[in-house]
């Protein structure tokens, strides 16, 4: 089955920082999304990707489609402390068998942030 | 609502009773998805409901679950003869899925039923 390695596990940060993290996978993707969880709660969809190259902001939040279609990266800049949160990236593979539509999730990053 | 409900929030039940979880998606969507989230971990695919089409049952861990989607809306998973592992948020999703690719894939979650077996 797919296989998406998200990394790092997790990232104790200050206030102010920027902070990244990406996700690759053991094959072509052809949709990339970015979800945030905070405690208690569903992920939250944050960014999404639909090309290769694509780079897609949302406020201080930056993603990135890697060319390959293999990779993905979020951006975090001037980080807060409501950006703590858990961070999943997900993806659907290029892929027309009986799994379609079928979305592959990280392991997550666990984000925290010393005011 | 404008999004995926799910109901109920929390459960507790003793072990080797059954449980039945609901959802209910985004008007409109086509496509409705389970997953399972175990403390700590990350997100693990139940099924998937597409339409009229016969439902993925790949991620579904032992035939104690089953889930089944009425009129193209609301979904129910069914947990038979619970089990102390079966502790986790189930998650639901939806998406507009009208073709492949695009922003049709991108699926939105509901709060999630937390579910305890004691």
């Known amino acids: 089955g797919q296989q998406l390695n998200q990394s790092p596990q997790s990232m104790f940060i200050q206030e102010g920082e920027d902070v990244s993290m990406n996700c690759t996978s053991s094959?072509?993707?052809?949709?990339w999304l970015w979800y945030k969880q905070d405690p208690g709660e569903g992920p939250v969809l944050l960014i999404a990707l639909y090309k290769a190259g694509e780079l897609t902001s949302n406020g201080r939040l930056t993603a990135q489609f890697g060319i390959t279609r293999k990779d993905s990266f979020l951006n975090i800049s001037a980080s807060i402390p409501s950006d703590v949160g858990i961070y999943f990236c997900a993806g659907q593979p290029f892929d027309r068998g009986s799994t379609l539509g079928r979305l592959y999730f990280g392991r997550g990053t666990q984000l925290t942030v010393w005011p | 609502g404008a999004g995926v409900s799910q109901s109920p929030s929390n459960k507790v039940t003793e072990k080797g009773k059954d449980v039945e979880l609901r959802c209910d998606p985004i008007?409109?969507?086509?496509?409705l998805y389970w997953y399972r989230q175990s403390l700590g971990q990350g997100l693990e695919f139940l099924i998937y409901f597409q339409g009229n089409s016969a439902p993925d049952k790949s991620g579904l861990p032992s035939d104690r679950f089953s889930a089944e989607r009425t009129g193209g809306s609301v979904s129910t998973l069914t947990i038979q003869r619970t089990q102390q592992e079966d502790s986790a948020v189930y998650l639901c999703a939806s998406s507009l899925k009208i073709r492949v690719g695009g922003a049709g894939e991108t699926q939105y979650f509901g709060p999630g039923t937390r579910l305890l077996v004691l």
């Open positions: 094959s072509i993707f052809n949709t």
């Open positions: 008007s409109g969507h086509t496509a």
